[in-house]
């Protein structure tokens, strides 16, 4: 008994606002799909983020209804659970991996938690925001115990653990119970292959490289799925890479050796068949950066698809992704940092709130988040005004002002 884990294929993406991009995360699908047949496993698990947005667009889901009527073909059945891209956090709603149930998609739901193949249990959650965690935990204890009357069983979750994403997670390591054979879970993009409970605990990583700070990991793992041998006392990972359509190339050039850095750059890319994404960080800058991009763009920009590029002028420390790093700070760190002058814990909070949701596309939930904010302000300022004489506070339209420049502040 085998099967192949995956997670993160996110179709649909369009990096960059670029159509080739989008194509690029379709043809890595397809590629996946391909190998997994010829892998001859009896079963699929998607850890969820198979789409983009909760709303894919046709492309995106006539891409995956592609690979599902080839895994039908093949007679393997694939169990899926929503992520936090594909899903919307609204009472009542499904996401979009329903429409594919009658073409033989097995949803794993809050509802339906549970599948048995063979004598394998199959159970899981779709993403739980850590503001659910208790919600999330009980559930994960219901399904622990049930688990309990099977020899072998399988837990899915697409959930970020604390020992992996440092402080942006939803679930702490000792918050998974230890009495599940495979743990495979989605939604952080590297690739993680540890011992925990009675057997393996598995991030297969993103099917694409989804954000450029995973360019590390993809030198390192590469990109694809894993094959899970059940068969024994304990499961046996076999990791399998996918060649991406595209590179991805990082390179750091001094301005003043700036030629021989072209034309080392065109000769790394001279063979390639589909033109990369260069991010470049030009150092030490002496003149105008306009005329150096002019330049780069003059010499590189027909051999790639796009120049990202960063500079700095000589004498001046660069603030980039790797200082940012270096330093151990992250996005949301550097946004609160930035709000403390307001002095507003609730300002801050929906400034971490929408940079969440605004990150992943859910606009209507960041109009939703707005809204609320707005009106409970709005009923607190009233309450202020009926007890003015009792307490002293600032003045409403003061506060009000307050508010409006630091949310201008957030939507910067």
Not at 60 to 69: D, N
Not at 138 to 144: A, D, M
Not at 196 to 225: A, C, H, M, Q
Not at 269 to 294: C, H, M, W
């Amino acid at each position: 008994m085998k099967f192949a884990h995956l997670s993160d294929t996110h179709l649909g993406y369009r990096q960059f606002g670029l159509i080739e991009r989008e194509k690029d995360f379709y043809e890595v699908f397809e590629r996946v799909i391909d190998k997994i047949i010829e892998e001859k496993v009896d079963f699929v698990i998607h850890s969820g983020d198979l789409f983009e947005t909760a709303r894919p667009s046709p492309n995106a889901l006539l891409a995956f209804q592609r690979g599902l009527l080839k895994l039908k073909g093949a007679g393997i059945p694939m169990y899926a659970i929503a992520g936090n891209h594909d899903s919307v956090m609204r009472k009542g709603t499904i996401p979009p991996q329903v429409i594919f149930k009658k073409l033989g998609l097995k949803v794993i739901s809050p509802i339906n938690p549970t599948y048995v193949y063979g004598d394998i249990f199959i159970a899981g959650l779709p993403y739980y925001p850590s503001s659910q965690s208790k919600v999330l935990k009980s559930k994960l204890s219901e399904l622990s115990k049930k688990a309990e009357d099977y020899e072998k069983s399988i837990l899915i979750l697409h959930q970020g653990i604390d020992k992996y994403l440092g402080c942006q997670y939803e679930l702490e390591i000792g918050d998974i119970p230890d009495n599940f054979d495979y743990y495979a879970f989605g939604h952080i993009h590297k690739y993680v292959n540890e011992s925990f409970g009675k057997g393996r605990l598995v991030y297969p990583g993103s099917g694409e490289i989804w954000k450029t700070d995973e360019l590390e990991d993809y030198k390192k793992n590469g990109k694809g799925f894993v094959v899970v041998d059940f068969d024994g006392p304990k499961p046996i990972v076999k990791r399998v890479k996918i060649d991406i359509p595209r590179e991805f190339i990082k390179r750091s050039l001094d301005y003043e050796n700036l030629e021989n850095g072209i034309a080392g750059i065109k000769e790394t890319i001279k063979d390639f068949d589909k033109q990369p994404i260069l991010n470049l960080t030009i150092r030490g800058v002496e003149s105008d950066a306009g005329d150096v991009y002019d330049i780069i763009n003059e010499e590189l920009g027909d051999l790639s698809l796009m120049i990202r590029p960063k500079f700095s002028v000589k004498g001046d420390e660069l603030i980039d992704e790797d200082y940012i790093k270096n330093k151990g700070l992250g996005a949301k760190d550097i946004l609160v940092e930035q709000l403390k002058g307001y002095n507003n814990d609730d300002v801050t909070q929906l400034a971490i709130n929408l940079y969440d949701y605004l990150s992943k596309d859910k606009v209507e939930e960041s109009q939703d988040l707005i809204k609320q904010f707005y009106n409970d302000f709005y009923n607190s300022t009233k309450d202020e005004i009926q007890t003015e004489e009792k307490v002293e506070l600032k003045t409403p339209h003061k506060k009000a002002e307050d508010i409006q420049e630091a949310l201008n502040e957030v939507l910067k």
